[in-house]
């Protein structure tokens, strides 16, 4: 057990803005730990390290108009200040969620009475994703002229969230979520650090709090050092010298990982869920599909996916999956959540783990190219229902082959298609599970001998 020492007073923690610079001890850890060099960056090498486009610009005394791109906590906003402070510009913060065009015209026009001063404005709008095409158009010139440096700050994929004509003429940055070893030395330094950081209060954080701590900030540097601060003060008020896992558990209070419901965490890792069913990966599907519904994923759209899975990827290698697909959709509509859960992993694990086919969609994507081109083509009299004397009259019906009146109740010699299709192989049989029985039919059915032409008309059949 940590010694004990005597209490002091427990840490304060006010609810500042994200961009405020306000550096008191009443700040939070996370405003007070702010990098304020490009080399006090942790994570994200790839965006501003050494030959990166943002650190040459920088260090050559210029910045582009950009859009960072990245999940909450990776240091969009940090990064947009100091890239601010290295080119000596003039830092306005904005807030898609809460400015409008007024705001905008505004900070433009204070911007122009600087540039004519020989100073540059750096504009900052955080949730950029949230301006509509009006407010984008609104920034549109005055980033194209100089007038302002525009940095957006995004979680959504600017592809789809921003206005072509503005995209055009930012670059985007993509920032990553950070990893386990770079959380880690976040949380270390902030812990360490005796003027802005936790340092005075000289704690420790053993091995098993800190693998925690990592593990619940899934990412988020933000996440990470608000439960340090909450734990240290914990630990601090029970007069503990060193922070413990219980701390970290309390502070973290079952902390959920960053999904959206809408945008690319909501597709990409539906896309992993699939591909992992369809590469018959039974583990990882299930893995995927517990982070979908730990994070409150829509169950029914899950399940949807699976349903089309069951079709697309298994199709006739294993026909029985369809129905498991729609079972586990009844089942969950019937049940509902949390319980099932139960339906979800049985039917993943079942697709998972069924032959895989794909050839019921590309029997119809080939049935399909054919049927555009020649939509055209009336349906052949032989297969019309003569229903009235007058279309008996005008042959329809005539030729058509009853198949239950045929040996294997094939109607053998019997043409269904227009004639301008051909013949046409649309249903290429795979050879796994049914599929095998499926084309040993289809082979069987395709030679068998053709039968002489029925008589003109068959009374009745249809």
């Known amino acids: 057990m940590p010694a004990r020492r005597p209490p002091t ?122 301006f509509n095409k009006a407010q984008q158009d609104v920034i549109l010139p005055y980033a194209e002229d100089g007038t302002i440096t525009l940095i957006g700050a995004t979680t959504e994929n600017p592809s789809f969230e921003v206005v072509a004509p503005l995209l055009s003429r930012v670059r985007v940055v993509r920032l990553v979520p950070l990893d386990g070893p770079a959380i880690a030395a976040i949380a270390a330094r902030g812990l360490e650090d005796r003027e802005r950081g936790l340092g005075a209060l000289g704690l420790t954080l053993d091995a098993a709090a800190a693998e925690l701590l990592v593990q619940g900030a899934n990412g988020d540097a933000r996440a990470a050092l608000t439960a340090l601060e909450i734990a240290a003060g914990m630990a601090d008020s029970a ?90 959709q009844q089942a969950v509509h019937f049940v509902g959540m949390p319980e099932g859960f139960y339906a979800m992993a049985e039917c993943a694990l079942y697709l998972a783990l069924a032959p895989k086919s794909n050839s019921v969609g590309s029997a119809y994507g080939r049935a399909m190219e054919d049927a555009r081109r020649t939509g055209h083509e009336p349906v052949p009299l032989a297969l019309r229902n003569a229903v009235t004397g007058l279309m008996r009259q005008f042959g329809y019906g005539q030729g058509y082959r009853y198949a239950h009146d045929e040996g294997e109740h094939v109607a053998r010699g019997m043409r269904h298609l227009p004639e301008t299709v051909g013949e046409p192989e649309y249903y290429i049989p795979g050879n796994l599970g049914f599929e095998r029985e499926a084309a040993a039919r289809w082979q069987a059915r395709r030679e068998l001998p053709s039968l002489p032409p029925e008589p003109p008309f068959a009374e009745g059949r249809a």
């Open 9 to 130: 007073q427990p840490l304060q923690v006010s609810l500042l803005p994200d961009d405020a610079l306000d550096l008191s001890r009443d700040a939070p850890l996370a405003a007070r730990m702010r990098p304020r060099l490009l080399d006090d960056v942790i994570g994200q090498d790839t965006a501003i390290g050494a030959g990166s486009m943002l650190r040459t610009a920088v260090e050559r005394g210029r910045l582009p108009s950009i859009i960072l791109w990245g999940p909450p906590g990776c240091g969009k906003t940090t990064l947009a200040r100091i890239l601010a402070g290295h080119v000596e510009a003039t830092f306005v913060p904005l807030s898609a969620v809460s400015s409008g065009v007024a705001e905008l015209r505004k900070v433009v026009a204070e911007s122009q009475t600087r540039r004519q001063a020989g100073r540059r404005t750096v504009v900052f709008i955080d949730e950029i994703h949230r």
């Open 239 to 328: 007069g503990r010298t060193g922070i413990e896992p219980a701390d970290i558990r309390a502070a973290l209070q079952d902390r959920r990982p960053y999904y959206d419901k809408q945008a690319d965490y909501h597709y990409d890792t539906v896309s992993a869920f699939i591909k992992s069913l369809r590469g018959s990966d039974a583990d990882a599907a299930l893995y995927w599909l517990a982070r979908m519904i730990e994070a409150g994923e829509d169950a029914l759209f899950i399940v949807r996916r699976m349903v089309i899975l069951a079709s697309e990827d298994v199709g006739l290698a294993d026909p029985a999956a369809l129905q498991v697909a729609v079972s586990c």
